[in-house]
């Protein structure tokens, strides 16, 4: 009987237990109602830079290396052995074609050429005077005949004092300008010796080795832009004056003539260029910085803006201009492509464009 009271003693006191921790419970709740948390702050926009997309012109480009040569080149040789008495032309001296340049031993040869003259006078009056007596029949047919003999031979020998003469003066071959010197005034030179160098650079040459897989997209007259570091505040305009029929074997490429005008003279031979050859060109194309393309994971994408928020676009790219990319697919003319901010940027995320940059 005892245990049976005592059991339900124990179950009166927890219940009481129980309503009082309930009571309190609710007492704290009514007196101290419990705080709700704040609301989650929003994130705000991105700051950004956009630019509209606009229709441009993008070139397919070929970038080579070439040389400076002079449009004619010659080398004026003696075709007289002896010494070299006068020498009229100098380093960096413009000459005209057929001007004369130099004389070689000359004296000596006018003096040669000055008896075959006075040979040829007296064997005209010989003959002359024989043939008043021939017809006096003074004079027999036989003598006659032996002097137009000696009239003869010395025609010819005048005749060839005349061309040693006209070797021993050297005339420029072309308008030009000399560019070397081999012989000074007083030396001695054989025939067929140098004496010295001449180019013609009103126009000058540039030879560029074009590779085989470009060879066939360039025909004559086609253009190239030149650049060259020695004057780096100009850019040259020349055309294709030749195409080669046939490749160098060691290099494999096409060995291409450009033609350039040079009247100022600043395009000196000798001087290396860089050409640029239009290979292609895509008119009304979409053209973006390359600093604007991101890449993940081998993908190539840019961000755009519309409606205040971000838009990752997947884009397929084609061909370098200087620092720009032709884009193929991906972005149209008008897309306001984000070109400042960019990169921590995530699909739709919210942007505040601060600027619209000009192309």
């Not at 074009?210 to 190239?224: C, Q, W, Y």
């Not at 040259?236 to 290099?251: K, Q, V």
């Not at 604007?292 to 519309?306: G, I």
């Amino acid at each position: 009987m005892r245990a049976i009271l005592r059991s339900l003693f124990s179950l009166a006191l927890c219940a009481l237990i129980v309503f009082a921790g309930y009571a309190g419970v609710m007492a704290y709740q009514k007196y101290f109602p419990p705080v709700e948390p704040p609301p989650p702050a929003e994130t705000p926009p991105v700051n950004v830079k956009v630019r509209v997309i606009r229709p441009a012109l993008v070139e397919d480009t070929l970038l080579l290396t070439g040389r400076i040569e002079p449009l004619e080149e010659a080398t004026v040789s003696a075709e007289a052995s002896g010494v070299v008495e006068w020498l009229g032309v100098d380093v960096g001296d413009t000459v005209k074609k057929g001007q004369e340049i130099a004389r070689i031993d000359t004296s000596r040869i006018q003096t040669v050429y000055d008896q075959a003259a006075a040979r040829k006078n007296l064997a005209v009056q010989e003959l002359a005077r024989m043939r008043d007596l021939a017809k006096g029949g003074i004079a027999s047919p036989q003598n006659l005949d032996q002097l137009r003999t000696q009239f003869e031979l010395a025609e010819a020998d005048l005749a060839a004092a005349k061309i040693l003469l006209d070797k021993s003066r050297a005339h420029a071959p072309f308008d030009g300008v000399v560019s070397h010197r081999a012989r000074r005034q007083g030396e001695f030179t054989d025939n067929g010796a140098p004496l010295l160098r001449m180019v013609q650079t009103h126009q000058v040459k540039v030879f560029v080795g074009v590779p085989e897989r470009d060879i066939n997209r360039f025909s004559l007259g086609d253009e190239a832009a030149l650049t060259l570091d020695a004057i780096p505040d100009r850019t040259f305009t020349g055309r294709i004056h030749r195409l080669p029929p046939t490749a160098e074997l060691a290099t494999r490429t096409f060995v291409t003539e450009l033609l350039l005008d040079n009247a100022d003279g600043m395009l000196k031979p000798g001087m290396t260029a860089r050409v640029r050859m239009v290979r292609d060109t895509y008119p009304d194309a979409v053209a973006v910085s390359l600093f604007s393309v991101l890449t993940l994971e081998n993908q190539r994408f840019v961000v755009v803006e519309e409606g205040g928020m971000a838009q990752v676009r997947p884009v397929t790219l084609g061909v370098l201009q200087g620092d720009m990319v032709h884009v193929l697919s991906g972005l149209a003319p008008g897309d306001r492509l984000i070109v400042s901010g960019q990169r921590d940027l995530r699909e739709g995320r919210r942007v505040n464009v601060t600027e619209v940059v000009e192309e």
